[in-house]
């Protein structure tokens, strides 16, 4: 499945964003990359640390982008659609969450 222009909603992007993270290893690695970034942010709010939140974006791409190069071998969605795929890596989080997309 590829991206294209005319997938307007959000439902239709996440489709297209699944068909990306079919591999496993790949999701769980966006997984603990997501919660480790909320753990983070969380912390740094909590302690008032704010410089630390210069790490979200490493750990965030950090932990995806070895998902995609090293395991699922495609190109990350962020770099077409930054929004919609930081929308979709929360969504993929809460959906492994509640037990979807082990």
Known sequence: MSMSKNQ???EQFYQFYLSQHQ???CRWLHFIGTLLLILLT???????QYTLLWLLPCIGYGFAWIGHFVFEQNKPATFKAPVRSLLADFRLF??????HYH
Do not use: E, K
């Not at 969380?42 to 008032?48: C, I």
């Not at 809460?94 to 037990?99: N, R």
């Open 8 to 10: 307007q909603t959000f």
């Open 23 to 25: 591999n496993r290893v």
């Open 42 to 48: 969380v912390f740094s709010l909590y302690t008032t």
């Open 94 to 99: 809460f959906d492994m969450l509640c037990g």
